[in-house]
């Protein structure tokens, strides 16, 4: 066993993860079949949890693998869950499966990002459409797929619904930085909100009505318009693996799908 290191103990953690998924003790005791009293007693630091225990309340909490072995380690035991390099050996069926994906998705863009919106690949369409006229230093590794949509020096000048589009993407990051419990997510969140045009930006009153948020950028040959469609490894059991998103860009109209297939027929 291993033991726990400063911080904030496995009771109080489970009881922040608790809180941010709206739940009382009764409703989570009740959920998970464990002793509301019990609970209690865990989230004081009356009781010490069992590693199964542990294991158990976060399965029910929807806590991310990453922060599931955190609760490990302030309880005392070694972390479960492993994080492997995307370029691993064992990994290759996971990459042929992006690969097949994003190729699969052509004329059309698509992308494969971390938890941090960190590009990980993506397919030709993609990086043609998606980093035209972007400045060279945000197209430097690591490069932020929010951070290059948003910037002044990015995407921001094509875009023609830019208030609209960044509201969606400030809210749905906010969403995802609450969800993770990850202040790094909260960091980023905070600099796109420093860019111009982005801080306090609302969604248009009709956008409610539609069936999508839209991307529309403009381009030497027109506009584009997307809407867009996210997927994840629904049963991934590594932190990696876990965190990756495929970001795919569907047209919203003939003419971005004629556009994009005339050019890469």
Known sequence: ???????????????GWRQRRRLSQLALASEAAVSARHLSFVETGRSKPSRELVLHLAEHLDVPLRERNALLLAAGYAPTFRQSALDDDEMAPVRD?????????QPFPAIVVNRGWDLVTANASALAVLSEGVADHLL??????????????????????????????????????????????VALHDELCSYPGVAGSEVPD????????????????????????VATFGTARDITVEELA????????????????????
């Open 97 to 105: 499966a992006l690969d097949t994906i994003l190729a699969g998705h």
């Open 1 to 15: 066993m291993t033991t726990a290191s400063g911080g904030p103990g496995v009771g109080d953690l489970l009881r």
């Open 140 to 185: 430097a590794p690591p490069v932020n797929a929010l951070r290059v949509s948003l910037h002044p020096e990015g995407l921001a000048r094509r875009i023609v619904n830019f208030t609209e589009w960044a509201a969606h993407l400030v809210d749905r990051l906010r969403r995802e930085a609450d969800a993770y419990a990850d202040p790094q997510l």
């Open 206 to 229: 009709d956008t409610a009505g539609r069936l999508f948020v839209p991307l529309v950028l403009a381009t030497d040959g027109g506009e584009l318009t997307f809407f867009s469609t």
């Open 246 to 265: 495929i970001e795919s860009f569907f047209p919203a109209d003939p003419v971005t799908a004629a556009s994009l297939q005339r050019r890469w027929a």
